[in-house]
Nanobody, 114 residues
Framework: VQLQAFGGGLVQAGGSLRLSCAAHGIIVSIHVMSWYRQAPGKQRELVADINIRGKTNYADSVKGRFTISRDNAKNMVYLQMISLRPEDTAVYYC?????????WGQGTQVTVSS
């Protein structure tokens, strides 16, 4: 199983980025797909997730600014981020969870400058 996250980068405050997660070895439509992030010196936190029915859930800090979506045909998950803030700076990780397993991908760095 491989979850490949990409799309991070350096952006100014107020800017936008779209993160992508390409899944290999699992089917995203039958997993709870999530984006987590970890800032320096802080614990990893859930940013957003989407369940097998397509129901989404967001951390309060990103509601209204981030949107998680899933493309079943491409077996990919996305995180559209707008109105980025310096406090959104972190390594963002893609995760896939089922009742039996929990998979993590490598992170992608997002840096928001003020």
């Amino acid at each position: 199983v491989q979850l490949q996250a990409f799309g991070g980068g350096l952006v100014q405050a107020g800017g936008s980025l779209r993160l992508s997660c390409a899944a290999h070895g699992i089917i995203v439509s039958i997993h709870v797909m999530s984006w987590y992030r970890q800032a320096p010196g802080k614990q990893r936190e859930l940013v957003a997730d989407i369940n097998i029915r397509g129901k989404t859930n967001y951390a309060d800090s990103v509601k209204g600014r981030f949107t998680i979506s899933r493309d079943n045909a491409k077996n990919m998950v996305y995180l559209q981020m707008i109105s980025l803030r310096p406090e959104d700076t972190a390594v963002y990780y893609c995760s896939a969870a089922s009742s039996r397993n929990n998979y993590w991908g490598q992170g992608t760095q997002v840096t928001v400058s003020s």
